[in-house]
């Protein structure tokens, strides 16, 4: 760290002076402007970039070497994640069949992202999306319906035997992989462009716990399709009905966690946030007792059912980690809130 005195002139104005290598670096010279935008944390960014113009990131990937249609959609989804607004792909020849599949399903499957060049050797995709326009609590709260839905679905779906229902919440879990993808995305956008993060009034630490649990309410909607996976296979085997009962009862107990936290999370509950972990033995050992009572069922039963009292308590655990990120938020938070207080 370069440390500079604090210089007084005029009797009023507060004067620092810049670093000569980084001012030749950016080829800063005499009255050009700079900007300087406060942080939460205290510090001060000092920036070339005055304009709110967005940052323009493009992406060029070479389609004449990509043989796999799934590696080439991963590379889609990795640059759409990182932040790029342009995504280019380029071939020395023609596009493989595959290729313009790959593509329509990626901007399909993604949020923003529109075909607005397409020759035979290229093709251009374009953000047309303004992340503004989705802030992360929004996007969250439509996640948390979405899964919450899933899991409730997919307990309906065992209980009434309906393989329809339960293929449905499987189709279902793409609409939330697509949130988190955006949420990833423009958490990135935000890391890479703080301009961006002031238009959408969220720091860059907020924007990591969004992040952070985006992938956690990601999680417990797996474990939704997991649940509905498992209905299939027993759907024509006998299931006790006390069985059925306790897989209910635990169920709505995981739900009634997940509800809690998310509640915590928006409310900055730090006790209910807390008492919502303790909670999670209740239904730790549920599940247990729901492992013991399938040991007298048909080992096929017994097997899927076990699997779905374990995607149960692993959706309740995760309610349980988004406590606990309310908890360190808001710790983090005093702490920031007390050190400024020291500073004054």
């Known amino acids: 760290m370069e440390i500079r005195r604090v210089q007084v002139t005029g009797g009023a104005s507060f004067v620092v002076t810049l670093p000569k290598d980084w001012a030749g670096e950016l080829g800063i010279k005499k009255n050009d402007p700079l900007g300087l935008i406060a942080q939460p944390d205290g510090t001060l960014l000092v920036t070339t970039k005055i304009t709110e113009d967005s940052l323009q990131r493009i992406k060029e990937i070479d389609c004449s070497t990509i043989a796999d249609p799934a590696f080439l959609f991963r590379l889609l989804i990795g640059t759409y994640i990182t932040g790029f607004t342009m995504i280019r792909l380029t071939t020395k ?20 992202q529109e075909v607005v ?42 209980e009434t035997r309906n393989k329809v229902l339960a293929d449905d919440v499987i189709n279902r879990d793409m609409d939330v992989d697509r949130l ?6 423009q958490t990135n956008m935000i890391m890479l462009n703080t301009s961006l ?15 952070m649990l985006s992938r956690i309410v990601e999680r417990i909607g797996d474990h939704a399709v997991r649940i509905a996976e498992n209905i ?21 107990l995981s739900m009634e966690n997940f509800d809690r936290s998310i509640i915590s999370f928006f409310n900055a509950d730090m006790k209910d946030a807390n008492r919502n972990i303790e909670s999670i033995h209740a239904l730790e050992t549920i599940c247990g007792d ?13 097997i899927h059912v076990g699997y779905i009292a374990e995607s149960i308590r692993r959706a309740g655990e995760y309610a349980g980690d988004i406590s606990e990120t309310v908890i360190n938020l808001l710790m983090e938070n005093n702490l920031t809130r007390q050190k400024t207080k020291s500073t004054k």
Do not use: C
């Open 180 to 185: 988190n993808w955006l949420i990833a995305r």
């Open 117 to 158: 060049e397409e020759t035979e050797s290229v093709i251009a995709i374009k953000d047309l999306l303004n992340p503004s326009e989705m802030p992360f609590e929004n996007t969250i709260k439509r996640m948390f319906v979405i899964v919450k839905t899933m899991h409730e679905d997919a307990i309906t779906a065992l």
């Open 197 to 211: 993060s002031r238009k959408m009034g969220i720091s860059t630490s907020m924007a990591m716990h969004y992040y």
């Open 93 to 112: 020849q023609r596009f493989s069949p595959f290729v313009r599949t790959v593509v329509r399903d990626f901007s399909q499957m993604t949020i923003g």
């Open 290 to 302: 729901i492992n013991n009572l399938v040991l007298k069922q048909d080992t096929l039963v017994a």
């Open 232 to 252: 299939p296979p027993i759907i024509g085997g006998e299931l006790d009905k006390n069985i059925l009962a306790s897989v209910k009862k635990a169920s709505s």
